[in-house]
């Protein structure tokens, strides 16, 4: 069998226990991008960490500082086998949410791996260092086992993604020539389900943008002045609920995409949303009208209310607020106009008399919405190649439903963006209780050290497009 011996390392550093070992030890490193105060151990992550796997793989390595001095650095790593192969460039990030201290089930924490079962518990280990850590080895299996890779390879790991990837488009945008390739391959996010591999060719974007009424300075006895003072979480609360139905369709004019493009429908037709014993019960009846599930996450726009204050959640007290706030987010496809999104809300809510409602964008947590042609040579090459190394349907998403930086591989550099999986929806990413399944991970190194063993043997659509 081809790529038997690349396998066959590939599987004994999982089934040895050294993935796990591995795993462990990068999940004890707490890389909290949000907490400026993690700087020098996003550093020391990915000259610890990453970068030693990727020097004995015969990979050349160093590390980009970020332009931006508040947010963590960039490892970029490249072995070059010959000017005249394919070249991937494949990504992650080393860093993770906060780990939320304290509110892990007992006898779990963020900072230690542990194994109950399928399950592999710790900050990081699905987002996104088991990951990466599952591509860097596929690749060290098919050098060891063939003494070289037969394509060339460059590897960015950044440490900002889950702080919205700051300076990620300076860096890609200033170091264009040494990150060009023919195409990109990473892995984030989750699978459909746990037992289908998965390809999604884009992302949503994301809009985030802060609701605000204030009338006053402080707060006012209700008994006092109720009745005389206007409150401003009532007249937020009624400002918001125009935004939706009562069942969550969007009504603000301009906000919706032109269309939803029959092969989006054709891809997501047959799927499923959050198979699993954890992931929620759907809700049918919510959303645009007439369209499923998956329509709806892959292929419509939601609104979202994250956030909502007002007086004092904690302690209510029997005072009148003087300030409400809201925190919103527009997921949002292909299709759409996002530098409208604000002035078409503006229109609405002043037609509804909500003036007095402030609105303003977040400063961070923008993503654009990206989709490669689903046609694309290199989507029906690695999902061939995908279905021969685990004998299984394939699933190809138009877009995840999430957000990720794939606007700047997609756009910034012009490639062809494929995107591999390797956790499960109810993995509780960005939660307490984050977890990796033992098993996807294992079918996933299999799966990724025949993928790049298929990747040198050719032929590929880089092969077919130099020969035309």
């Known amino acids: 069998m081809a790529g038997s011996g690349a396998l066959a390392r590939a599987a004994a550093y999982f089934d040895g226990g050294d993935f796990v070992v591995d795993l462990a030890r990068r999940v004890a490193i707490p890389t909290e991008s949000q907490a400026e105060v993690r700087l020098d151990v996003m550093r020391a992550y990915l000259a610890g960490e990453v970068a030693p796997p990727l020097e004995r793989a015969g990979f050349t390595w160093r590390i980009w500082d970020n332009p931006n001095p508040h947010a963590g650095g960039f490892l970029y790593a ?12 494949t990504y992650g990030h080393g860093d993770v949410v906060m780990g939320m201290e304290g509110r892990w089930r007992e006898g779990l924490s963020p900072w230690k791996l542990v194994r109950e079962g399928d399950r592999l518990y710790g900050r990081g280990a699905a987002d996104n260092k088991g990951q990466h850590l599952i591509n860097i080895a596929a690749l060290e299996a098919v050098i060891a086992a063939r003494g070289r890779l037969g394509f060339n390879c460059k590897v960015l790991i950044e440490t900002g993604e889950e702080a919205g990837s700051p300076g990620l488009h300076d860096v890609c945008v200033r170091e264009r020539a040494t990150l060009a390739a023919d195409v990109f391959i990473g892995s984030d996010g989750p699978r459909i389900t746990a037992e289908r591999p998965t390809i999604f060719l884009g992302n949503r974007g994301a809009f985030n943008f802060e609701a605000t009424v204030d009338l006053r300075e402080g707060s006012h006895h209700s008994g006092n002045w109720g009745g005389a003072l206007a409150n401003p979480a009532v007249i937020l609360v009624h400002a918001l609920a125009s935004i939706t139905s009562a069942s969550g369709q969007i009504l603000v004019e301009g906000w919706l995409p032109r269309e939803l493009p029959q092969r989006v429908r054709e891809l997501v037709r047959d799927l499923a949303i959050g198979e699993g014993d954890d992931s929620p019960e759907i809700d049918p009846h919510w959303g645009e009208p007439g369209l499923s599930p998956p329509e709806k996450v892959y292929g419509w726009n939601t609104f979202e209310i994250l956030a909502f204050g007002a007086g004092n959640p904690e302690r209510p007290v029997n005072a009148i607020p003087g300030k409400a706030h809201a925190h919103c987010s527009l997921r949002f496809v292909v299709g759409s106009d996002p530098e409208g999104f604000l002035p078409a809300l503006r229109r609405h809510l002043d037609a509804r008399g909500f003036q007095i409602v402030q609105l303003e964008r977040a400063k961070k947590g923008y993503f654009d919405a990206t989709r490669l042609d689903p046609d694309n040579p290199w989507v029906t090459w690695t999902a061939r190649a995908l279905a021969r190394a685990t004998s299984k349907d394939v699933a190809i998403l138009p877009n995840l439903g999430g957000s990720l930086p794939n606007a700047v591989f997609a756009h910034d550099l012009g490639l062809p963006t494929i995107w591999i999986p390797h956790s499960y929806p109810a993995c509780s ?11 996807v991970a294992r079918e996933a190194l299999l799966m990724m050290t025949s993928l790049f063993w298929d990747l040198g043997e050719g032929p590929t659509p880089f092969a077919e497009r130099r020969a035309s």
């Open 78 to 89: 490249e072995r070059i086998e010959d000017e005249a192969l394919p070249t991937v460039l």
């Open 429 to 439: 990413q960005h939660a307490v209780n984050e977890h990796l399944l033992a098993s």
